[in-house]
Every structure is written in C-alpha cells, then in structure tokens.
C-alpha cells in the first residue's frame, strides 16, 4: 500500500476561512517537504520539517516524527492558495522524497 | 530562491524516436533525481544521481531509460526508443545533501508528448 496517505483528495473553501490537510505516514520518516504545485505545473517549495513547527504567513506545518504524521493548515484563505498541494516524506530510500497522492485546493471567491 | 532549470520545457516526439531532456541543477548541488507525473496524478520517484552513478532507481525507470551529467554539465534524462506510455511530465529536482536537511528543489518540467 502507499506509504504516504494524504487527505482530503479535494478540497474547497471560501475566502477568509482556514482549513488543513494532512499526511499519514507508514513506516519512519526523517522529514517531509510540503509544495504547492500551480496551475502551470511548477512545484513550489513551501515548508521543509524534520520536526516540530513551522509557519510562514498564512500557512503553518507541523510534523511529528514519533506519531507519523504531518499537517498543513491554511488561514485565511486567498485565491492564491488554490492549487494541488503535496506532502513529500523521506523515507530513506536513495535520499529520494516519496509523495502523497495530492490535495486539489480550489478557494472560492 | 535556489532554481533548476529544465530544457525543454514541451517536446512532442513520434513513438520510438529518441529524447534528451536536460537539467540545470542548482549550481552548489551534488545530488540529482528525476520524478515523472502523469498528468493529474501524484509525483514517482524514477532515479537519483550522485557522483557520476545511479544511486536508486524504481520500477519507473525502464531499461529504456539513463541518465548522466557529462563534466558537470547538464543533467539529462534519455529514454531511447521512446513509447506511448512515456508521456508524461518530468522533474528534474536537486539537493545539496542527504539525510538531515535533505531540501529538494524542483525544476518547472520537461512536458513529454509521445505519438
């Protein structure tokens, strides 16, 4: 099965409100990168954790190492934050990053 | 921030034919790799490269398939005949280590067309 498990598929909200997505991990992770790929396909890098918290503007991660899990909220939504968001583990295979399935976040005016 | 470029960034190509896709990697990296992304789909780890070889490669990574970094040059990704189902889009990405702080950094992609 996957080892990365990222929900929701899809996601829709209203300007000004908050929302989080989150990855479920299945075995040891070392860190997870977060992207927000856009509408052009660029992938663009948003948080990389390898533990604890982080936040920058609107968007804050968390990753917890020892529960295998991370999150990605959104406050305060802006049409710009539409998007498809990954989550992307290091599992320690090849130092390569393993990605979940992709979040399709669409804010609404 | 740091940027990898990728040449090019659209190629139609006709099935069995040959293509090169090229990568600039972030000029202090030493680690390379390449994703491919079916349109729509979630992000597969092909290969990683560093010091001249292969590293890991997944199922991905067809026979068909290779990769080098001639001199310091360009990363490229070859795929030599090319097939149908080799329509995709690839990223090249970067980093300068692995393990603790292993940051990747993505290319724009190469879009592959194979008919």
């Known amino acids: 099965g996957d080892q990365v498990e990222q929900s929701p598929s899809a996601l829709s909200l209203h300007e000004g409100t908050s929302s989080a997505l989150r990855c479920n991990f299945t075995t040891t992770t070392r860190s997870v990168q977060w992207f927000r790929q856009n509408s052009r396909g660029s992938l663009i890098n948003l948080f990389y954790?390898?533990?604890g918290t982080k936040e920058n503007g609107r968007l804050k991660s968390a990753f917890d190492s020892k529960e295998l899990y991370s999150t990605l909220h959104i406050r305060d939504a802006q049409l710009e934050d539409s998007g498809t968001y990954f989550c992307?583990?290091?599992?320690?295979?090849?130092?390569?990053?393993?990605f979940g399935s992709g979040t399709k976040v669409i804010v609404l005016p | 921030g740091p940027k990898v470029l990728q040449i090019p960034s659209h190629q139609i190509i006709d099935m069995g034919q040959m293509v090169t896709l090229n990568c600039d990697p972030v000029?202090?990296?030493?680690?390379f790799y390449w994703y491919k992304q079916i349109l729509g789909q979630q992000m597969e780890f092909l290969v990683n490269f560093y010091n001249g070889k292969v590293m890991e490669k997944s199922k991905l990574f067809k026979d068909q398939f290779s990769v080098e970094r001639p001199d310091g040059s360009y990363f490229t990704l070859k795929i030599q005949p090319t097939a149908l189902e080799d329509s995709a889009v690839y990223f090249c990405?970067?980093?300068?280590?692995?393990?603790?702080?292993?940051?990747?950094?993505f290319g724009e992609g190469s879009r592959l067309i194979v008919v």
């Open positions: 954790l390898a533990s």
């Open positions: 000029s202090n990296h030493l680690y």
């Open positions: 992307a583990a290091d599992l320690g295979f090849a130092s390569a990053l393993t």
């Open positions: 990405a970067s980093s300068s280590r692995t393990g603790f702080g292993n940051t990747l950094y």
